[in-house]
């Protein structure tokens, strides 16, 4: 069942146009993995999709259930400790439960940061944080700008296996990330963006390898195809 669906969507910022005619669908219990060079639309494709900016045309279609994000920049009460700001945003979205709460704070390896300033917290407890405010309410979409960023290895790996998890709970989590590499073994749908267009969007099973190994080299290959000035029917 489709949860997100993007059609026909087009943002431009004055003389940039961010994204030309995306067309986009995410599907309810999928990992959606969205890759793109630097600049290529993909934070501006979030930004649209959970309505912190219109779309210049084109239509975009949410689902009844609740959503969920986190971004690059973490965004909490940096005046509160780590256990206020949990207890604020429980308050703030009418998230009630306690032992959820308590599970994403030991999964998080939140406890040893609870009653620290956020304003003090490092880079990768920061993430953290602001990912269990994400979480909160249990949201049906999750989407997820660059979760791994400034996190250590254990704790990459701990997230990742937690997002796994989550996806196979039904949930749809949507990760944009440079990190192809290390969601591989998540990805069940990959969109590729290159400068405002999308230019590879398939199932895992659907996407043709030929000689390469991994998604990343597939990625990589595709994009520097499109660098040459080769249209991505070319570079298959
Ligand atoms: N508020 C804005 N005003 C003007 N241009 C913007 C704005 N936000 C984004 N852009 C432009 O839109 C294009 C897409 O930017 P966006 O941040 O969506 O890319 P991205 O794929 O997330 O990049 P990165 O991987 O570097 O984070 C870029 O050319 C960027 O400069």
Same mark, same amino acid.
């Not at 602001?130 to 700008?145: G, H, I, N, R």
């Not at 590879?200 to 195809?225: K, P």
């Given at each position: 069942?489709?949860?997100?669906?993007?059609?026909?969507?087009?943002?431009?910022?004055?003389?940039?146009?961010?994204?030309?005619?995306?067309?986009?669908?995410?599907?309810?219990?999928? &990992?959606?993995? #969205? !890759? %793109?060079?630097?600049?290529?639309?993909?934070?501006?494709?979030?930004? =649209?999709? @959970?309505? $912190?900016?219109?779309?210049?045309?084109?239509?975009?279609?949410?689902?009844?259930?609740?959503?969920?994000?986190?971004?690059?920049?973490?965004?909490?009460?940096?005046?509160?400790?780590?256990?206020?700001?949990?207890?604020? &945003?429980?308050? #703030? !979205? %009418?998230?009630?439960?306690?032992?959820?709460?308590?599970?994403?704070? =030991?999964? @998080?390896? $939140?406890?040893?940061?609870?009653?620290?300033?956020?304003?003090?917290?490092?880079?990768?407890?920061?993430?953290?944080?602001?990912?269990?405010?994400?979480?909160?309410?249990?949201?049906?979409?999750?989407?997820?700008?660059?979760?791994?960023?400034?996190?250590?290895?254990?704790?990459?790996?701990?997230?990742?296996?937690?997002?796994?998890?989550?996806?196979?709970?039904?949930?749809?989590?949507?990760?944009?990330?440079?990190?192809?590499?290390?969601?591989?073994?998540?990805?069940?749908?990959?969109?590729?963006?290159?400068?405002?267009?999308?230019?590879?969007?398939?199932?895992?099973?659907?996407?043709?390898?030929?000689?390469?190994?991994?998604?990343?080299?597939?990625?990589?290959?595709?994009?520097?195809?499109?660098?040459?000035?080769?249209?991505?029917?070319?570079?298959?």
């Amino acid at each position: 069942m489709a949860v997100v669906e993007l059609r026909n969507v087009t943002k431009r910022y004055d003389d940039v146009t961010a994204l030309t005619g995306v067309d986009l669908t995410v599907q309810q219990g999928t &990992f959606h993995c #969205l !890759v %793109g060079p630097n600049g290529s639309g993909k934070t501006t494709l979030f930004r =649209t999709v @959970l309505g $912190l900016t219109t779309p210049t045309s084109g239509e975009v279609s949410l689902p009844d259930g609740r959503i969920g994000c986190g971004f690059q920049r973490a965004n909490f009460y940096r005046g509160l400790t780590v256990a206020e700001n949990l207890s604020v &945003f429980s308050a #703030l !979205v %009418g998230a009630t439960d306690d032992a959820w709460r308590a599970e994403l704070v =030991t999964t @998080l390896r $939140l406890d040893r940061v609870m009653d620290r300033s956020a304003a003090e917290l490092s880079g990768g407890f920061a993430k953290k944080l602001d990912l269990a405010l994400a979480l909160l309410d249990k949201p049906d979409v999750l989407f997820l700008d660059e979760p791994l960023g400034d996190l250590d290895d254990v704790s990459k790996n701990r997230l990742l296996d937690f997002l796994g998890e989550y996806r196979d709970a039904g949930n749809a989590v949507v990760v944009s990330t440079h990190h192809l590499t290390e969601f591989d073994p998540l990805v069940d749908h990959l969109t590729v963006l290159y400068d405002g267009d999308v230019v590879v969007d398939a199932d895992r099973d659907a996407l043709s390898l030929g000689e390469r190994d991994t998604l990343h080299e597939l990625y990589v290959d595709r994009i520097m195809a499109l660098e040459r000035g080769e249209s991505s029917a070319d570079s298959e």
